[in-house]
T-cell receptor
């Protein structure tokens, strides 16, 4: 099993739709989690962090399910500008530096 | 505003050439990272540095070396480039006390080895 696995995209949704991505992780000791956004041919940038039960920022909601070891990202009222690849990121919290990046889920929002 | 810059956006090299990729950050960050990103594989850590002249191997260090002579600069070296090193290379940095928190990325260097 991969350390971090994401929904395989691409997700093609119309504007205004609600879409959700999941990400499963294998290290039960992980304490913090992140979603990064990466636009085409650009660098990844932090979108949201998830430390406990969840986090909400406008149209974006990130949730954590420790029992099942997954995090999710929900986007409501999708905009064309939400089209991007969303990376799930899980630091390993081993006292070191290792951070595991998922392969990403590609989202296309169409008019 | 944090800025991480990389020396080239696109680079084409021949098999066997020595390749230098440079990364500079302007936020006095202790930690610097080199990743490569390939379709379907996500970002994979090549090397990490937590201080000047200090380095740690990541998941895929084979065929690469690094140099950190100054705090703001972290170089990735391909001693003898091979076609399987064709990839997008991303540099990142963050503060030592936030080693597992947000990383700030450079724009990437797309390297093609022919």
């Amino acid at each position: 099993r991969k350390e971090v696995e994401q929904d395989p995209g691409p997700f093609n949704v119309p504007e205004g739709a609600t879409v959700a991505f999941n990400c499963t992780y294998s290290n039960s000791a992980s304490q913090s989690f992140f979603w990064y956004r990466q636009d085409c041919r650009k660098e990844p940038k932090l979108l949201m962090s998830v430390y406990s039960s969840g986090n909400e920022d406008g149209r974006f909601t990130a949730q954590l399910n420790r029992a099942s070891q997954y995090i999710s990202l929900l986007i409501r009222d999708s905009k064309l500008s939400d089209s991007a690849t969303y990376l799930c990121v899980v630091p390993q919290n081993t006292g070191g530096f290792k951070t595991i990046f998922g392969a990403g889920t590609r989202l296309f929002v169409k008019a | 505003d944090v800025k991480v810059t990389q020396s080239s956006r696109y680079l084409v090299k021949r098999t066997g050439e020595k390749v230098f990729l440079e990364c500079v950050q302007d936020m006095d960050h202790e930690n610097m990272f080199w990743y490569r990103q390939d379709p379907g594989l996500g970002l994979r850590l090549i090397y990490f540095s937590y201080d000047v002249k200090m380095k740690e191997k990541g998941d895929i260090p084979e065929g690469y070396s690094v140099s950190r002579e100054k705090k703001e600069r972290f170089s990735l070296i391909l001693e003898s480039a091979s076609t399987n090193q064709t990839s997008m290379y991303l540099c990142a940095s963050n503060r030592r006390d936030r080693a597992t928190y947000e990383q700030y990325f450079g724009p990437g260097t797309r390297l093609t080895v022919t």
